[in-house]
């Protein structure tokens, strides 16, 4: 055989071995979009992405969706009971984490919205330890008995960090800051005391002066 025959011979085994790993390859990418649209028949099948994020993260994830508290909203705006109702229908998933995170429920708003005396010791229980932000505004006295709703809040009071006082007359605010001046706050970090006329109150409560 001549050096020109070798040539050409290796040529062809070289074309042969083309052929088959361009066979190869084409049967790859076959199997390749077989198994890619299995994986999205099983994804679809499976429960939606969120459901699979870790009940901490998705709890989380809940908690930033509500409404903010803050000292200087009207808390009317916040309606977190109907808020946190509404989020519990999205699916039981949602419903169990949202009963068992503590941290959901640490807003307390009290403003004449659908919170019951039964619902506000509900809530204080669901909210474990974790501190409180407490709204209270007048529209409230139409809907609880003052006593009540006191009595289910008050004992809480160690672990209110945040409290705002709104809309309110004088003798009802008086009513209230009496029934706080024997109590200890360790947690207190802010409050808001207005009246209903828009001014803050013009003497600092007892329970706020430094022992």
């Known amino acids: 055989m001549t050096e020109l025959d070798e040539a050409r011979a290796e040529l062809g085994r070289l074309e042969g071995v083309e052929r088959t790993l361009i066979k ?3 049967e790859i990418r076959a199997a390749i979009k077989t198994q890619e649209s299995k994986i999205d028949e099983l994804v679809k099948k499976g429960p939606p992405a969120i459901n699979r994020l870790p009940v901490e993260l998705l709890a989380r994830i809940i908690f930033q969706s509500l409404p903010n508290y803050d000292d200087y909203c ?6 977190l009971v109907n808020r946190r109702s509404n989020l519990s229908t999205v ?6 984490v949202i009963l068992n995170a503590s ?3 640490r807003d307390v708003v009290l403003d004449g919205g659908p919170l019951t005396v039964a619902l506000l010791k509900t809530q204080l229980i669901r909210s474990g330890n974790v501190p409180l932000n ?5 529209a409230v006295y139409y809907e609880l008995q003052t006593p009540s709703w006191l009595n289910v809040l008050l004992p809480a009071a160690d672990r209110w960090q945040c409290l705002h006082i709104g809309e309110l007359p004088y003798e009802r605010m008086d009513e209230i800051l009496e029934a706080l001046e024997s109590l200890k706050f360790p947690s207190l970090k802010d409050v808001s005391i207005y009246a209903l006329d828009g001014r803050s109150s013009s003497a600092c409560p007892r329970f706020l002066s430094p022992s």
């Open 103 to 105: 941290i959901i429920w």
């Open 24 to 26: 190869q390859l084409l």
């Open 134 to 138: 407490v709204s209270i505004t007048d």
């Open 74 to 79: 009207e808390s009317k705006e916040l309606r």
């Open 91 to 96: 699916s039981r998933l949602w419903r169990n």
